[in-house]
């Protein structure tokens, strides 16, 4: 996932790059509004999911509790532990 | 008591896996053993074991499936698959009614010491999120059991070496009873971690390399032999009531007519024939009621792990249970060829029995070169026998705590 011209993709981006390579889904499909169970993502899978989130962002999601529905979801929980990890601005 | 025949067949074991190359792997003294091919095989002192070398888990599974299964549960899965098609099976008749009974004897061992190895090792501060369902037990049956709804009793036995045998004869009885009509039952084990063997290693109880033939290491009876070899694998088998075979015409492959389980109650490691005999008996005395007499079997798939100790144990134990008899019924310890897959072993030591039935041959003890003059049965040495008239046969599993399973099986005209 490098930046391919210095400017480093959003994380909806990330996400949805992650999301094809790890699955194998279609760019199209990976719309911030896709119900992860439509993507054939179960909960299990979705853990698993998180887990490499966790790597490619460096950052610890576990302690969250969040309800994991859609893509737009995963995002969310990744900006979060974002803004946590550096900090109040 | 409901009569209970075995209609599906599924092997994964490191002479072959499926029942067919398993077994003519067995007659022909094809050894699965060779020192093990691993990233960590040079910290081994004792490197030989039974890899399942011809195993691609992509083959069988979806890259999203595989991270839920460790290689224990994907044993007993495609195991399971081969019994399932073996016994056509092609709807269920009462989901409810239908079980899996599983032995492994230490369930996801390679997820487990992947996680140490991430936390201890590397430093990591986290492990992979399914370890804990991937390394459970019970995930192999609990996965059997999705895989072919079985919607009845999922219940896993670890009792070492006769886990997969007690989940065999807990079937039986189960629809014996009636409580079950139809069941998956056998066993699987994937326990060829660094952490694992270097604890055999420290027990002293497995074989010693022979340097110019290490293929011939494990030698059950045999005057030489120096212990056991552990092996990976599965073994699965369809089981049923007769009435419920023959409703839905099906291939019956053999009856099993007796069960017998007790335990030494004395040591955890070591041994005990008037354990054994018990087991023995009971499994005799419930085939008799079966109409099967101790004269009709004509085989004994031994237990016969080529520990200095337990060889001669097993040969003292069939003496004083099949008394003048002990002498004239072949043995053998197919483990020379296989290896020992503990909670596994029952299950495949099993099923080379009843396909020896089928086929009225009997796999031979591999590298029996000269007898141990305190095992001095007829053990079926190096070569394979036919046996036109053979029509019952005994399966042992003898376990570390002292556990002692018989199963006693017979073809079925």
């Given at each position: ?8 993709p959003?994380?909806l981006?990330?996400v ?5 390579s790890?699955?194998g889904l279609?760019?199209?499909?990976v719309q911030?509004g ?6 054939g993502?179960?909960?299990?899978s979705?853990i698993?999911f998180?887990?490499?989130l966790e790597g490619h962002?460096n950052?610890?999601?576990?302690d969250?509790r ?15 532990a ?8 | 008591?409901n ?11 490191p002479?072959?896996?499926?029942p067919?190359?398993?077994f003519e ?5 094809r050894?699965?053993?060779?020192p093990i ?5 040079d ?5 030989l074991?039974?890899?399942v ?9 979806e890259?999203?499936?595989l991270?839920?299964?460790d290689?224990?549960?994907q044993?007993?899965l495609?195991a399971?698959?081969?019994a399932?098609?073996?016994a056509?099976i ?14 492994t004897?230490?369930g996801?061992a390679?997820?487990?010491e992947i996680?140490?190895e991430?936390?201890?090792?590397k430093g990591?501060n986290?492990v992979?999120?399914?370890?804990v369902?991937?390394?459970m037990?019970?995930?192999?049956a ?8 079985l919607?009845?009793?999922?219940n896993?036995?670890?009792?070492a ?7 065999i004869?807990?079937?039986y009885r189960?629809i014996g009873?009636?409580a079950?009509?139809?069941?998956i039952a056998?066993?699987?084990e ?6 694992i063997?270097?604890g ?10 022979d340097?110019d033939?290490?293929?011939?290491s ?6 030489d032999?120096?212990g056991?070899?552990?092996?990976e ?6 089981l049923e009531?007769?009435?419920h075979?023959v ?5 019956i492959?053999?009856e099993i ?6 335990n ?6 070591r041994?005990?024939?008037a354990g054994?005999v018990?087991a023995?008996r ?14 009709q ?11 200095r100790i337990g060889?001669?144990?097993?040969t003292e134990?069939?003496?004083a249970?099949?008394g003048e ?5 072949p043995i053998?310890?197919t483990?020379?060829?296989h ?5 596994a ?6 099923i ?6 089928q086929r ?7 590298h ?9 049965l ?5 070569m ?8 019952a046969?005994m399966s042992n599993?003898f376990?570390f ?7 006693l099986?017979r073809?079925?005209?």
């Amino acid at each position: 996932m490098a930046p391919i011209s210095g400017e480093t993709p959003s994380i909806l981006a990330q996400v949805q790059a992650l999301l094809q390579s790890h699955f194998g889904l279609a760019a199209e499909s990976v719309q911030p509004g896709a119900a992860l169970a439509d993507l054939g993502i179960d909960s299990l899978s979705a853990i698993e999911f998180v887990f490499e989130l966790e790597g490619h962002f460096n950052i610890s999601l576990s302690d969250g509790r969040a309800d994991l529905t859609t893509v737009a979801d995963l995002v969310a929980v990744v900006e979060h532990a974002l803004g946590e990890a550096n900090g109040p601005t | 008591m409901n009569r209970v025949v075995v209609t599906g067949l599924g092997v994964v074991s490191p002479i072959g896996s499926d029942p067919d190359s398993f077994f003519e792997s067995l007659i022909a003294a094809r050894s699965g053993i060779a020192p093990i091919e691993a990233a960590f095989a040079d910290r081994l002192r004792l490197p030989l074991v039974a890899q399942v070398k011809d195993f691609d888990s992509a083959r069988h599974f979806e890259k999203e499936q595989l991270s839920k299964l460790d290689r224990f549960s994907q044993f007993a899965l495609v195991a399971a698959r081969q019994a399932w098609q073996g016994a056509d099976i092609k709807k269920l008749s009462d989901a409810e009614a239908c079980g899996t009974y599983w032995g492994t004897g230490l369930g996801g061992a390679q997820t487990l010491e992947i996680g140490y190895e991430d936390l201890f090792v590397k430093g990591l501060n986290r492990v992979r999120p399914l370890s804990v369902i991937a390394c459970m037990p019970n995930a192999a049956a609990a996965n059997v059991a999705i895989e072919f709804g079985l919607q009845g009793p999922c219940n896993t036995y670890a009792m070492a070496c006769a886990s997969s045998a007690v989940a065999i004869g807990e079937a039986y009885r189960a629809i014996g009873s009636g409580a079950v009509n139809m069941a998956i039952a056998g066993g699987s084990e994937a326990f060829l971690t660094l952490g694992i063997l270097k604890g055999w290693e420290a027990l002293m109880t497995l074989a010693v390399p022979d340097k110019d033939r290490p293929e011939t290491s494990c030698r059950p009876f045999s005057m030489d032999r120096t212990g056991f070899v552990p092996g990976e694998g599965a073994g699965a088998l369809v089981l049923e009531s007769h009435d419920h075979a023959v409703a839905r015409g099906a291939n019956i492959i053999g009856e099993i007519v007796g069960y017998g389980t007790s335990n030494d109650a004395l040591h955890l490691s070591r041994p005990d024939p008037a354990g054994q005999v018990r087991a023995i008996r009971m499994a005799l005395k419930e085939a008799a009621g079966r109409g099967l007499e101790m004269e009709q079997i004509g085989y004994i798939n031994a237990h016969g792990t080529a520990t200095r100790i337990g060889d001669k144990i097993e040969t003292e134990s069939i003496k004083a249970a099949f008394g003048e008899r002990a002498a004239h019924v072949p043995i053998s310890a197919t483990k020379a060829v296989h290896g020992h897959l503990m909670g596994a072993g029952g299950a495949v030591e099993f099923i080379a029995t009843l396909m020896a039935l089928q086929r009225k041959m009997l796999p031979p003890t591999a590298h029996l070169k000269e007898a141990d003059p305190e095992c001095d049965l007829d053990y079926v040495a190096l070569m394979p026998r036919r046996v036109p008239a053979l029509s019952a046969a005994m399966s042992n599993s003898f376990a570390f705590g002292g556990n002692n399973v018989v199963l006693l099986a017979r073809t079925i005209e």
